[in-house]
């Protein structure tokens, strides 16, 4: 996502150049997250918008997921490589602003589509009698998502400068309070962007599982009840990767963050250019998993009174 300050002195070479071989097995790395992650999400917008019957209520919370995951793939994690790869900024000043706000502003609209999707699967079954939400209040409650995440990643852009230094150029968030203002900033974002939304994931969908597994499901009637019963199973275990890989994905990126910009004397030494690569590499890799996980460990589609709650 963004890059901060680093302060290192460079005299004679950028340290920070890779040797090739290393550069090779990054490119392969990010590649491979670049080209599953665009292509699976573009199935899904594709699948969506294309065919009228996909166009649901949750399906909506999908699609906006899957573009938000496209952006992601192939801005955040395309640019922020290049630039990590060797630590050299080779693009405008303009497109510094531009990279560090709009895929930092489709990260965080991912995340929270994500949030939107748990609260709408929670509401389809654990209170399945209530009305949905309809077509225009879902296209608000999406307008809503992006204009939160364009609020929250609107300071990175306005902070954000290039720096032209010894053999290579610089883009990094000039903080005014600098290490202060960074760590604050850094806290908050995990908070609203990971605990928050992991917290509510979690809980939404601990009772939904609880709710399934147990057999009980509010509203349903007699019939073929071990067949429903049986795949809402499956999808509990689902609900519990979509967590855990929310959670294994997203943790270290916020680690690494609030960490750095605690203590910027981490940034002076070369090896914490592999750290950050890594973790940017894990976090951009949710945007590979998400529609794996949403729709192809979906494969048919659960009713409860006529309402939809799965893809497909």
């Known amino acids: 996502m963004s ?25 392969l790395a990010f590649a491979l997250v670049l080209l599953v992650a665009v292509t699976g999400n573009l199935i899904v917008i594709w699948i969506i ?25 192939a801005l955040n994690a395309l640019v922020n490589f290049v630039y990590g790869a060797h630590g050299d900024w080779y693009f405008s000043s303009a497109f510094c602003r531009f990279q560090n706000f709009y895929p930092v502003t489709a990260v965080f609209a991912s995340i929270y589509s ?21 077509g225009t209040a879902t296209k608000g409650v999406i307008a809503c998502v992006w204009i939160l995440a364009a609020f929250l990643a609107f300071p990175l ?18 903080w005014p309070r600098r290490d202060d203002d960074a760590f604050i900033y850094h806290v908050i974002v995990a908070v609203l962007v ?23 499901f509010p509203g349903h009637s007699s019939g073929n009840f071990q067949d429903h019963l049986q795949a809402k199973r499956k999808v509990v275990k689902m609900m ?8 294994v ?31 940017l590499w894990l976090s951009m890799s949710s945007s590979m998993y998400n529609p794996i996980i949403y729709c192809c460990l979906n494969s048919r589609p659960v009713t409860i009174n006529g309402s939809g709650l799965w893809v497909w």
């Open 3 to 27: 890059s901060s300050r680093n302060s290192s002195n460079f005299t004679h070479t950028n340290r920070f150049a890779q040797p090739p071989w290393r550069v090779a097995l990054w490119s």
């Open 49 to 73: 918008a294309a065919h009228k019957r996909m166009r649901t209520i949750t399906n909506y919370f999908l699609l906006n997921l899957a573009a938000s995951d496209v952006c992601v793939a």
């Open 114 to 134: 994500m949030s939107a999707i748990a609260l709408d699967r929670y509401m389809a079954i654990i209170h399945p009698m209530k009305p949905r939400l309809s």
């Open 157 to 174: 852009c306005f902070y954000s400068v290039t720096e032209v230094r010894p053999h290579r150029t610089v883009c990094y968030v000039a």
């Open 194 to 216: 990971y605990l928050l939304p992991l917290a509510l994931m979690a809980a939404t969908y601990s009772r939904v599982g609880l709710t399934l597994w147990g057999g009980g």
């Open 240 to 247: 519990v990767i979509v967590v855990v890989t929310f959670a």
């Open 249 to 279: 994905c997203w943790l270290p990126y916020h680690v690494y963050f609030i960490v750095t910009s605690f203590n910027r004397k981490l940034k002076r030494f070369k090896s914490i250019q592999q750290v950050y690569l890594s973790v």
